[in-house]
């Protein structure tokens, strides 16, 4: 346990030299919140049930803070220290690499939690949205999709093994990955066309999980989205397990 502490807090300050990466994670989600803001302001839709798109747009966002933190700054991040001979220094201690991952994806959990309060915070605040939630549920789905989503990350950055292809990859994943989540826009207003593709996105199940918790609705009307997230991460730390090399 202490040797993790320790390994933690070193990958922490590194994480932290990315000033780009933490800046994202933490404004991505606001900037874009006030931006619908302006565009629709808070009042109710008829298409929307009677919700507002601030309503949908806050758990939605929230997805979006951990799909595109876990698909660019966690693999673009383990391929720049790999480039950089940073995970070459292990190879001569009995660090186990499983190990090193756990430790290594804590500073861009905890950046990604407080990127999720930030953006919370603005709805209630400012653009008042409405919750129905419950705090423990949502926190718990936060969790499980950023560890989700963090393993997935970690799993392309073992498979590409460098920085560039990493960046070129994590945008070609994540564009349409967001686009067809409804995220950005609500899966109500789409055709039935583009709701087939949506159900082979990740996020889209991400979304769909955030915004029932938001609603208040139970984890067991959720069940498919929580079977999903959850085989993700077991996959992700599998192929971390048998790939993670210090070379």
């Known amino acids: ?9 070193v990958q922490t300050k590194l994480y932290l030299r990315e000033p780009m990466s933490v800046f994202f994670t933490l404004a991505f989600g606001p900037i874009l919140l006030v931006i619908m803001g302006l565009i629709f302001g808070s009042l109710p839709r008829p298409e929307l049930n009677g919700l507002s798109q601030m309503d949908l747009s806050v758990p939605g966002y929230i997805g979006m803070i951990i799909g595109i933190t876990g698909l660019t700054a966690v693999p673009i991040g ?36 407080l990127g999720v309060l930030i953006l919370i915070a603005m709805g209630l605040f400012i653009y008042h949205v409405q919750f129905r939630g ?24 073992e498979l590409v093994r460098n920085a560039r292809t990493a960046i070129i990859l994590g ?11 409804g995220a950005m826009v609500p899966l109500e207003v789409m055709p039935a066309s583009v709701l087939k593709i949506a159900n082979f996105m990740p996020l889209k199940h991400v979304v769909t999980l955030m915004r029932g918790l938001w609603a208040g609705e139970a984890w067991s009307a959720h069940l498919l989205e929580a079977g999903i997230l959850a085989g993700i991460f077991a996959v992700g730390v599998v192929v971390v397990a048998l790939t993670l090399k210090w070379e």
Not at 1 to 9: E, N, P, R, V
Not at 81 to 89: E, F, N
Not at 95 to 112: E, G, K, S
Not at 134 to 152: D, H, K, Q, R, Y
């Open 78 to 113: 383990v391929a720049t220290r790999r480039d950089a001979g940073v995970l070459r220094r292990f190879s001569a201690t009995p660090l186990r690499p499983l190990t090193y991952f756990l430790a290594d994806i804590l500073a861009p959990f905890l950046v990604t939690l």
């Open 1 to 9: 346990m202490h040797a993790f502490l320790k390994l933690s807090t």
């Open 171 to 181: 945008n070609v994943i994540v564009i349409p990955m967001t686009t067809f989540s």
């Open 134 to 157: 419950n705090w423990l549920s949502v926190f718990g789905g936060v969790c499980l999709s950023t560890l989700a989503f963090f393993a997935l990350g970690y799993a392309i950055a």
